[in-house]
């Protein structure tokens, strides 16, 4: 089954790249998500990459898979006060609609 | 297209009532997805609609139930409520291209049992 792991905090100065990691553990072919949650609100869906990418960049976010060692990050660039938000990681099955979700990335931005 | 939607956003229960949670797909979404969040565990599923059928469900006992309509709303029940339902409870509707699902979320719907 999905298992999607996840560090707990970070702390960035605006105007800095951060980095945010994800272990997940299912082999089959998978899509791995990234997901914004700001205080009070649902998740955004930020970004998505599937198991047989190397990298994705979005504007300011960049999704870097390594299969071999089932780790995802995301990194954002020039990150912003408004970037301030926790950060979930998810995973689901290719063409199965159940996400498992890691516990979540606190994003600190400091002005 | 609008996003969507849950009502209410904020619900206050005692133990042992039930409640019922609706959700409001984005427009031309047929799939449904519910999500419990809580501090302690985290987001975890609940269980999917899709065309009025349950597709998939997760772990939580049978007093956590569900159905779709025909206009692809969805409704979530919760029966004989206990204190650990509390939570933040989030809807995802998603339309499915070669595989992949692009859930999209609502803003939630925070229930307090007391």
């Known amino acids: 089954g999905e298992d999607v792991e996840q560090s707990l905090f970070l702390s960035v100065r605006e105007g800095d790249s951060s980095v945010i990691n994800c272990t997940y553990t299912?082999?089959?072919?998978?899509?791995l998500y990234w997901y914004k949650q700001e205080p009070g609100a649902g998740l955004q869906l930020l970004t998505y990459i599937f198991s047989n990418m190397d990298m994705k960049q979005d504007q300011r976010l960049t999704v870097l898979l390594n299969k071999k060692d089932k780790h995802l990050s995301l990194r954002i660039a020039d990150t912003q006060t408004g970037d301030s938000a926790i950060y979930f990681c998810?995973?689901?099955?290719?063409?199965?609609?159940?996400?498992?979700f890691g516990k979540g990335n606190q994003v600190v931005v400091i002005p | 297209k609008a996003g969507v939607t849950q009502t209410p956003r904020y619900l206050i229960k005692t133990r042992g009532q039930q409640v019922t949670l609706s959700c409001s797909p984005i427009?031309?979404?047929?799939?449904v997805s519910w999500y419990q969040q809580t501090p302690g565990q985290g987001l975890q599923f609940l269980f999917e609609?899709?065309?009025?059928?349950?597709?998939n469900k997760g772990n939580f006992p049978g007093r956590f139930s569900g159905r779709q309509f025909s206009n692809s709303r969805s409704e979530m029940n919760v029966s004989t409520l206990e204190l650990g339902d509390s939570a933040l409870y989030l809807c995802?509707?998603?339309?499915?291209?070669?595989?992949?699902?692009?859930?999209?979320f609502g803003p939630g719907t925070r229930l307090t049992v007391t």
């Open positions: 299912d082999s089959s072919s998978t899509y």
């Open positions: 995802a509707s998603s339309s499915l291209d070669r595989g992949l699902y692009e859930q999209y």
């Open positions: 427009s031309g979404h047929r799939s």
């Open positions: 609609y899709f065309s009025e059928t349950q597709r």
């Open positions: 998810a995973e689901s099955i290719y063409g199965n609609n159940r996400l498992a």
